[in-house]
């Protein structure tokens, strides 16, 4: 068994199991076994078991926010917002199932019809990290049950309460064993098993860049297909025309959401000279009134990192960027409350060649440059092999299309902090990934593309 802890004291909240290479195995035949019968089902009665799953999940969503501050750490408004953005992912498939539209294309061929057909994948698996326990096995699932393929789905050790939670529902909801199987243990392990099998012929991975690679070589092998959310390194610009106090709540909110342990946490916060130290004292001032916290309470509260090497790793960013000369404006060592409580912080006097720069910080750290003009910052901000996504904020509107242009993202957020919902196409470009999630595009990552002719018709 696997003991699963919350981050807020370290007691023990629950266990998963600890699946051996042979009940893995098992799990994977399974999921390959019920493809067949998935997949000829009519998109209408998968997309009915998808809708009585969001109902029954969504009736007891405080049971499933509870459990996910629990082993998590964040708090229970962000649980719950999480709860919601991940049933917005299983309400969308449950009708997107409806809508994979095939084409004709006007025939080459004499007495001929060509017909484009989207098929079912296949057999697929998942691999999901502990930041987003729900929201991440929700979107992953519900477009591959859309789309007809079944999934096997291996959720973080550290966070696999609700995950389980979710697959109970899932078959109170009556989707049957094999369509979503669900196996925890050795990661490294259970990985191999699942690149390594040629019958799954996709896999959907969010994690870190450096464990995306290596099951983007191994899938290489046999030519799967691949869907890989990995790290960020976001930056946030403030033009000296923005709205600045919409910008300071933006830029906070977004910054503390899940304590900065987000893949599109504001991880540069680049500020133009003629409102930077007015911006940077605004900053602090707000997260100075924000209180650190265990996450069970009303409040919105900053939470415990994830473990003692997510607060060792934000421990060595802030000293190193200390070294080097930044100023703490706030925080800037581990909270007095000890554990795994770091405080807000936030650093100014940054230069780009720190390692806070080029580094996915996950903790509540504000790391703040100055800048210039628009042409330096485009050069700054795509100086990093990171590519998820940039946030803007302008209210020149020539700028605002320019910016979105030069910046080298998947996703370009103007004069907001929030990304989005189930309707949009998330994903990064360079080393963050490829393929998206969500939205009508989503679910192309899960099917094939089939040209039919049908030729000789007029005999
Ligand atoms: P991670 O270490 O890569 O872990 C992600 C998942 O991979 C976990 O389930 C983990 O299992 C598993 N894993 C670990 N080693 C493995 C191996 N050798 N083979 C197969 N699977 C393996 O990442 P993390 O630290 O949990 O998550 C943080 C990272 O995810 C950050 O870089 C963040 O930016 C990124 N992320 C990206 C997005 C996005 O959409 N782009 C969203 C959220 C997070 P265990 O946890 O059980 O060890």
Known sequence: MINVFN????????????????????AITRTCDAFPGWSRKLAKERGDLLRRWFELVRADRLVFAELLVRENGKCLSEALGEI???LGFIEWYAEEAKRVYGDTIPSHAANAQVIVVKEPAGPTAAITPWNFPFMMIARKIAT?????????????????????????????????????EMVTGN?????QLFVSDTRIRKISFTGSTAIGKLLASACGNDLKKMTLELGGNAPFIVFDDASFDDAVAGLVSAKLRNSGQVCISPNRVYVQDAIHDRFVAAVAQKVAAIRVDQGLQDEFVVGPLINQLGIDKVAELVDDAKHAGAKVVLGGKPHAKGGLFYEPTVLANLEDEMRVAQTEIFGPVFAIYRFRNEEEVVRRANN????????????????????SRNIEAGMVILNSGSVGTASIPFGGVKHSGY?????????????????????GLDK
């Open 7 to 26: 981050p807020a004291d370290g007691s023990v909240v629950g266990t998963a199991p600890d699946n051996s290479v042979a009940e893995v195995q098992a």
């Open 84 to 86: 919601d953005y991940g």
């Open 144 to 180: 591959a049950l859309a789309a007809g393929c079944t999934m096997i789905i291996k959720p973080s050790e550290l966070t696999p309460l609700t995950a389980y939670k979710l697959l109970e529902y899932a078959r109170r909801a009556g989707i049957p064993e094999g369509v979503f």
């Open 187 to 191: 990661p490294k392990d259970i990985g």
């Open 384 to 403: 990093t092999e990171y590519g998820l996504v940039a946030y803007v904020y302008t209210r020149d509107l020539g700028r605002a299309f320019r910016m």
């Open 435 to 455: 393929g998206r999630e969500g939205s009508y595009y989503g679910i192309e990552e899960y099917v094939e593309v089939k040209y039919v002719l049908m030729a």
